[in-house]
């Protein structure tokens, strides 16, 4: 029941959020036959880039010389930093917005336990991030087709493609959690927003300082790098391991904490 409510509910904010980003991955791979043309002056423009800007980006270690690196310096952000806002939104405000928009008696006048709201709620998100990350990667296999390249080994590709979903999965897990210790979905909203920006801004000062190189243990997105991926067509099975404890642990908390909390009907 909770989880086709919620089903139902996603579909709009979804198909959105599949065609502005879709959209823009799929515009990204549509020019690179542009870039290809033009390598060598490209090569000698980003000799022009700062050293750091070439590797808060990974330019230093994939380049523009293909479709997949082209697409993994370009694209591969917008679906990895705008998916995952997408994921923490959606995640963050599907359990606190029964509170704040006063719709939990009617919730629980029903024949189930809250422990079965919350876990129909986290299958709802799964779902939802499911579709969701199976549209962008077709999407992108039909820009890769655009691009003109039809060399992309396929276990990169699928990796590369795991590695966003992966990621979306531990952002939104997190959200949820943190969601279960309040009451007003906006505030829930601004905190997803943060822990997700403020996790790209430590992905990129520890990508740029070797100082500060030890803050990529606790920045999701260095677990999904696509220099990485590309390089060992695979995720490092440490950063999974990291991942999936962070999502069951999660969602955990969020069963433990609101079996227990004082609801507002």
């Known amino acids: ?68 690196g082209f697409y993994a310096i370009e694209g591969y952000l917008f679906v990895t930093l705008f998916g995952s806002i997408y994921a923490a939104l959606l995640a963050g405000g599907i359990l606190v917005k029964e509170e704040s928009d006063r719709t939990i008696e009617f919730l629980l ?83 997803a927003l943060g822990i997700v920006l403020g996790s790209y801004f430590l992905s990129i000062v520890a990508s740029i300082s070797d100082k500060l190189s030890g803050l990529k243990w606790v920045t999701p997105f260095e677990y999904v790098t696509s220099a990485y991926i590309i390089e060992h067509a695979g995720i490092n099975p440490m950063y999974v391991l990291i991942m999936l404890t962070v999502i069951i642990l999660s969602v955990a908390v969020a069963m433990m904490k609101y079996h227990k909390k004082d609801l507002i009907v």
Do not use: C
């Open 1 to 68: 029941m909770v989880f086709k409510r919620e089903w139902r509910r996603a579909q709009k904010a979804l198909w959105i959020w599949v065609l502005a980003i879709g959209g823009m991955s799929f515009l990204i791979m549509s020019i690179y036959p542009q870039f290809a043309e033009n390598k060598d002056q490209l090569q000698d423009l980003l000799k022009l880039y700062p050293e750091a800007m070439l590797k808060a980006f990974n330019i230093d270690q994939l380049g523009f010389d293909t479709a997949l």
């Open 109 to 191: 006048s029903k024949p189930i336990s809250r422990i079965q709201v919350v876990l129909q709620k986290a299958a709802g998100v799964l779902a939802v991030l499911l579709v969701f990350n199976v549209m962008i990667t077709i999407i992108n296999y039909v820009g890769f087709r655009v691009a003109g390249d039809d060399q992309v080994d396929t276990q990169t590709f699928f990796m590369i493609s795991l590695a966003p979903f992966m990621l979306h999965l531990t952002f939104a897990a997190i959200a949820f959690g943190v969601s279960a210790f309040f009451r007003k979905q906006r505030l829930v909203t601004s905190i």
